[in-house]
């Protein structure tokens, strides 16, 4: 299948992308209902990729139905942020060269540590149709809260 040519981000927002950013990546289930959830990435200056392992839901969802969406805000203002509509293409990792290249972005780790023995990665790269970086309320005085520790 041809890919939609990816719509270029704009350059007033690619900061959010080079800033070890949590974006939000929504799939379609097969019960068509949507699911999200939060996911590290990496743009190239042109696709943002993810990495998943092939038993997750959101890379059987793409196998089946590869509309994707993502919202990708900054991390320390959520009212700035990008998000992109496409079509997602699945590739294997199996040399796990790009979740390597996570680890070394977000964890400061050379090899990601917390696979599974007998895990196979897989990279979801989003084909954008649409980007969208509104302009949003608050953008230059971001409502604040004191950070909380995290309790399990």
Excluded: C
């Excluded at 999200?36 to 696709?47: A, M, R, T, Y």
């Amino acid at each position: 299948m041809p890919f939609p040519k990816t719509r270029p981000i704009p350059q007033s927002h690619q900061f959010i992308l080079t800033d070890r950013p949590v974006g939000h990546i929504a799939t379609v289930r097969a019960d068509g209902r949507l699911s999200v959830n939060p996911v590290s990435l990496i743009w190239d200056g042109e696709h943002v990729r993810v990495s998943t392992v092939k038993t997750r839901m959101k890379y059987k969802n793409l196998a089946r139905d590869p509309r994707v969406a993502i919202s990708i805000p900054h991390r320390n203002n959520p009212n700035v942020y990008i998000e992109l509509r496409g079509i997602a293409e699945l590739s294997d990792d199996p040399d796990r060269a790009f979740i390597n290249t996570i680890a070394r972005t977000y964890l400061d780790l050379d090899e990601y540590p917390f696979d599974n023995p007998g895990d196979e990665r897989a990279i979801i790269t989003i084909h954008a149709e649409q980007v969208s970086t509104p302009q949003m309320p608050l953008v230059d005085d971001a409502p604040s809260a004191p950070d909380a520790a995290y309790q399990t």
